[in-house]
T-cell receptor, first 109, second 117 residues
Framework: GQNIDQPTEMTATEGAIVQINCTYQ??????LFWYQQHAGEAPTFLSY??LDGLEEKGRFSSFLSRSKGYSYLLLKELQMKDSASYLC??????????WGAGTKLIIKP | GAVVSQHPSWVICKSGTSVKIECRSL??????MFWYRQFPKQSLMLMAT?????????EQGVEKDKFLINHASLTLSTLTVTSAHPEDSSFYIC?????????????FGPGTRLLVL
């Protein structure tokens, strides 16, 4: 079967750095997305990785290792507004988007 | 760019009525649109994939006669919840895939909260 694993919840301090991991086992791989979803709102696109390595976009970076079936989202200089759920999603061989359950990130002052 | 709108944002209706939700890609053409449902504190659940000019593909367990999807143009898809019941109360979110790439980024609409009394 297809499976995406990410921690259910994480807590971090304002101004700090946090890394949210995502591991996947899917039938094929055509890229991995990270989305941010604030409570009561729809997801917003953060990043897309299809090649190994680190992609940096401001305070957010996303890393992919296809051989390990692993990705992480790195958030630097955390702000209170970063409190949200972070969703990992993988495009499989049929170009279906397989969603993880999301990681709820709680930022404390 | 890549803005998706949804209308209405909130619907309260009586049990047995039908509700229509519109999803529009405002600044790009979307060959494929997706409809999701999300219950409180749960993950997104894909209901169906909608391709312009063809019938929608429904996920297992989603009743196609209850959730009618029409993708009449490259910028508009509609979801009609027919004979809604309280258990259909949920957060319905559409997304549109940019461009013709099958691995293209999905951009989400703001969602529609449906409450069936």
């Amino acid at each position: 079967g297809q499976n995406i694993d990410q921690p259910t919840e994480m807590t971090a301090t304002e101004g700090a750095i946090v890394q949210i991991n995502c591991t996947y086992q899917t039938s094929g791989f055509n890229g991995l997305f990270w989305y941010q979803q604030h409570a009561g709102e729809a997801p917003t696109f953060l990043s897309y990785n299809v090649l190994d390595g680190l992609e940096e976009k401001g305070r957010f970076s996303s890393f992919l290792s296809r051989s390990k079936g692993y990705s992480y989202l790195l958030l630097k200089e955390l702000q209170m507004k970063d409190s949200a759920s972070y969703l990992c999603a993988v495009v499989d061989s049929n170009y279906q988007l397989i969603w993880g359950a999301g990681t709820k990130l709680i930022i404390k002052p | 760019g890549a803005v998706v709108s949804q209308h209405p944002s909130w619907v309260i209706c009586k049990s047995g009525t039908s509700v229509k939700i519109e999803c529009r890609s405002l600044d790009f053409q979307a060959t494929t649109m997706f409809w999701y449902r999300q219950f409180p504190k749960q993950s997104l659940m894909l209901m169906a994939t909608s391709n312009e000019g063809s019938k929608a593909t429904y996920e297992q367990g989603v009743e196609k006669d209850k959730f009618l999807i029409n993708h009449a143009s490259l910028t508009l898809s509609t979801l009609t919840v027919t004979s809604a019941h309280p258990e259909d109360s949920s957060f319905y979110i559409c997304s549109a895939r940019e461009g013709g790439l099958e691995y293209g980024t999905q951009y989400f609409g703001p969602g529609t909260r449906l409450l069936v009394l």
